[in-house]
């Protein structure tokens, strides 16, 4: 299972993430990235790859969890 990590410090704001992975990734009222969810599901583990390498500022990461 992959775990995703999120740095709010390198966030921007743009919404990638939450175009390429609704159900884990939402952008706040401060404009800021919020896991929706920590652990990612194989059925959705192509879009939330999507959704890290889109984002410009890599605030984004997996890693094996």
């Given at each position: 299972m992959m775990?995703?990590?999120?740095?709010?410090?390198?966030?921007i704001g743009l919404g990638l993430c939450e175009a390429?992975?609704?159900g884990y990734?939402?952008?706040?009222d401060d404009g800021l990235v919020?896991?929706?969810a920590d652990d990612v599901d194989a059925g959705h583990?192509?879009?939330v790859r999507a959704a890290v390498a889109a984002c410009p500022?890599?605030?984004l990461r997996l890693a094996d969890g």
């Open positions: 775990r995703i990590t999120a740095d709010r410090d390198k966030c390429e992975a609704p990734f939402a952008v706040d919020v896991l929706l583990a192509d879009a500022t890599l605030a």
